[in-house]
């Protein structure tokens, strides 16, 4: 078991203005390799979910385990530590530094991490030819389509072997034909590196691929 939650809370507002429920008691599991599709009308509590279980943010009630420890008694600097070793995020939206390369995006997690050298440049190369953009690597962001700069993302997700990978609505961003390129990527990923993924999305098709579904209502699972 990679991580796990258990009876996760979130709210947010104080006595005085009054408290805004988003989670009203989540417990889940995942395990190495699988990939988890999240799914749930706009403002059920998705991406807040994904922030507690990606560890940039901490429920008001209940327990987060990450490879059976419980994380929520670490210090802020003892999280931060275990979200950048361990956890990679793509977002809607990329991210990506305008004034940096393709390739000096991919890297600048292993720069957080304190890590530099040619193995770190390697790594950063061979995860753009995964991704397919061996040709792409000296470009910036804006000389990037769409697709291309989402590509550039999921490869610096990758940069610091994450155990597991937050994608919240990673196409949503995206029109069909790189959508397709896109989903289709994140599969071949989780075959060749065996990194589990929780994706949040609204796309039908991408979700029916997963191995789960759990859908969220309110604040809750509902199934």
Same mark, same amino acid.
């Given at each position: 078991?990679?991580?796990? /939650?258990k009876?996760?809370?979130?709210?947010?507002g104080?006595? &005085?203005?009054?408290?805004? +429920? =988003? @989670?009203k008691?989540?417990? @889940?599991s995942?395990?190495?390799g +699988?990939?988890?599709?999240i799914?749930?009308?706009?403002?059920?509590g998705?991406?807040t979910?994904?922030?507690?279980?990606g560890?940039?943010?901490k429920p008001?009630?209940?327990?987060v385990?990450?490879e059976?420890?419980?994380v929520m008694?670490?210090?802020d +600097?003892?999280?931060?530590?275990?979200?950048?070793?361990n956890?990679?995020?793509?977002?809607q939206?990329?991210h990506l530094?305008? &004034?940096?390369?393709?390739l000096?995006? =991919? %890297?600048?997690?292993?720069? $957080?991490a304190?890590?530099?050298?040619a193995?770190c440049?390697?790594?950063a190369?061979?995860?753009?030819k995964d991704?397919?953009?061996?040709?792409?690597?000296h470009?910036k962001?804006?000389?990037l389509s769409?697709g &291309?700069q989402q590509? =550039?993302a999921?490869?610096r997700a990758?940069m610091n072997?994450?155990?597991i990978?937050? /994608?919240?609505?990673p196409?949503?961003?995206?029109?069909?034909?790189? /959508?397709?390129?896109?989903h289709?990527?994140l599969?071949d %990923?989780r /075959?060749?590196?065996y990194?589990?993924?929780? $994706?949040?999305t609204?796309?039908?098709?991408?979700?029916?691929?997963?191995d789960r579904? $759990?859908t969220?209502?309110?604040? @809750?699972i509902?199934?």
């Amino acid at each position: 078991m990679i991580l796990e /939650a258990k009876n996760i809370k979130k709210r947010y507002g104080s006595r &005085e203005t009054g408290f805004l +429920e =988003v @989670l009203k008691g989540i417990s @889940l599991s995942f395990s190495e390799g +699988e990939i988890v599709a999240i799914v749930g009308q706009s403002g059920a509590g998705k991406s807040t979910l994904v922030h507690l279980l990606g560890l940039l943010d901490k429920p008001s009630e209940g327990e987060v385990f990450f490879e059976g420890k419980d994380v929520m008694h670490y210090s802020d +600097e003892q999280i931060s530590k275990v979200r950048n070793e361990n956890i990679g995020f793509v977002f809607q939206f990329h991210h990506l530094l305008p &004034e940096f390369s393709a390739l000096e995006n =991919v %890297l600048m997690p292993s720069l $957080i991490a304190g890590k530099s050298g040619a193995h770190c440049s390697e790594r950063a190369c061979v995860l753009l030819k995964d991704v397919g953009l061996t040709d792409r690597e000296h470009h910036k962001p804006s000389e990037l389509s769409g697709g &291309e700069q989402q590509r =550039v993302a999921v490869a610096r997700a990758l940069m610091n072997s994450p155990k597991i990978i937050f /994608a919240d609505e990673p196409s949503g961003n995206l029109d069909a034909e790189n /959508a397709e390129k896109l989903h289709n990527l994140l599969f071949d %990923l989780r /075959a060749k590196h065996y990194q589990s993924f929780v $994706i949040v999305t609204h796309n039908k098709e991408l979700a029916s691929r997963a191995d789960r579904i $759990i859908t969220l209502s309110n604040g @809750l699972i509902v199934q």
